[in-house]
């Protein structure tokens, strides 16, 4: 077992001291920042998902903050997904690409008002993408990293314990829909939304110093509901076919292989960066695309590089993320295949590090 | 003790096999990448450095190409320090600010070719800076990582090591020279650079297959020199006033606050992002810098963010890193202080986790 060692260079969160006096067990980094990546297990993380509440301390989402005369018509340019309906009330997936169509991230992107975004991003500094074509194209923006750090809620008991502390008019929020809630004399942003198939909610915290406030509040306040720190969990996300940027995708792929099609309805709007060759790979389609993987296997080991997936003794794709699901009892996986062997029901090979297990593409993922 | 997660989105490197062949015992992330930070431990490791050499996969050091007709114009928007004497046989250590002056990265540049650049970077996406920037310019460049991956050979029997594996010429470079020396075939860039004050060169490994190769060559070569797997040291670094970007320094810093006022003697060229900022302040001088700092202790805990540093019960700095030095005796630090208290032998307060314990500002760094 490899040790976590702790830096300077990789920030604390304002929720590290609950983190760590829950009993957090691994850590991994997102965004220069600490991610819990275990407490009691991977499988009993789990299970407790799946059945209670958690709080999961996922202060690296960080924003980005784009600010300014010029900020809606930067927004429009990052992003390939018609942005003209943004509103302050709604959460928006919005794949940011290079000149290529190639994913740089995959933010949420919220419209906090006509002039000013956040983008709560995934792991890689998007801050310095925005920054560089503001200055690059002479935009009138600031784009900078506010003190926000988003905690979410989340389990099938999520709904329950957030009325206990912001008021039963929580619950009342649609997926992907936001609201702004009171709690110790502050407004806080709460979206419907989170990492996780099992419903729940993501708190975009601020200042950074009520985190342990907030935090000791929600466990308080959930503790007959079973509550406990968590985090995002290989398991349960792969069944629900969550995607991990830097994982199942990076620069390399476009929105389109990553079954983002949906997500690039404004391609064509003026100045969109990768919009035009966004456009043309639309017209034939991708050569290859995620998709849900079942693997044959009682077990499987820790997936540290991509798997080959095979067919006929050639490469037709690979497997970017795996674990052994308990409640399906196979491994579950995401993959990136060829189109040749994209249709579901294609019986491939997967080259794992304990050898080539059966392979089948699905229809759709678990959950 | 908290488990590093291993995870598909934190890459493996040419060399991760070598690394847990010899035993790493604690990882860090780095650039999205795996960095070892400790094989038989953290003062162990520090000895055997400062007798013998080590092999330090730094690949995490990744590399941003800048290639094409617009690559010198591009490379000098990037950085105040001036370029107009760079060339294919040296190493430039060059700071890359935001608009403001802002510390965004402090790589190494390497002039490849008249239209040809590497940047060598530190723990941030430059990638996406200096692609953003083209993009928004509209420059004729393409903006990429190239697949070479830096393997550091460190400590004071480097030379030696290196002239059996290489041929005795590589010991000719100067310190950051660099020239291009074979290796089963392939003509490898080495320089004679890297992070610590022991002596030694960096290899940009190319194309990464060859990784173990030359890691095992290495190895084998050094047998009697008591070759082994190493890693930057937090100890000797900080002994040697050796920068970490993210630790040190970050986007609210200015060169001229981190001692780098010496590379930004290109500030006033055109088109220099940050320059008139940097003009600006090197006019009056920064209100704060980074100061040697010695902490009277026979012990230190880690340090997992910034100490504050306090004169008669007022902050006047911080901290941001530090370490027990066995060789010293003392706790040796890097701080960032106020103008009011950077003279060299003004007494402080560090408030650390384990309580307040003394510290003076020094006039130089240890090594």
Redesign the interface.
Known sequence: ????????????TPFSAGVEAAG???????N?MLLP??FAGLVEDYRHLKRAVQLWDVACERQVEIRGPDAGRLMQMLTPRDLSRAAPSRCLYAPVV??RGGM?NDPVALKLDEDRWWLSIA????L????????????RVEVFEPDVSPLAVQGPKADALMARVFGEAVTGLRFFGCGRFGFAGHDLLIARSGYSKQGGFEIYVTPGEIGMDLWQALMAAGRDLDVRAGCPNLIERVEGGLL?????MDISNTPHECGLGRYCNGANLPGV?GGAALMREAETGPQRQIRPIEIAAEALP?????WPLMADGARVGQV??AAFSPDFGVGVAIGMVNKSHWTPGTALVVETPQGDLPAVVREKFWN
Chains 1, 2 share one sequence.
């Open positions: 077992m490899v040790e976590f060692a702790p830096s300077a260079r990789l920030r604390r957090v067990s691994a850590y991994s980094v997102y220069h990546c275990a290079d000149g740089l792991d890689s500094d998007l310095l993408w925005a920054k560089g074509v503001a200055q690059g194209a002479g935009l991990s940027y830097n994982a199942d960066i820790p997936l540290t590089a991509h970017t993320s």
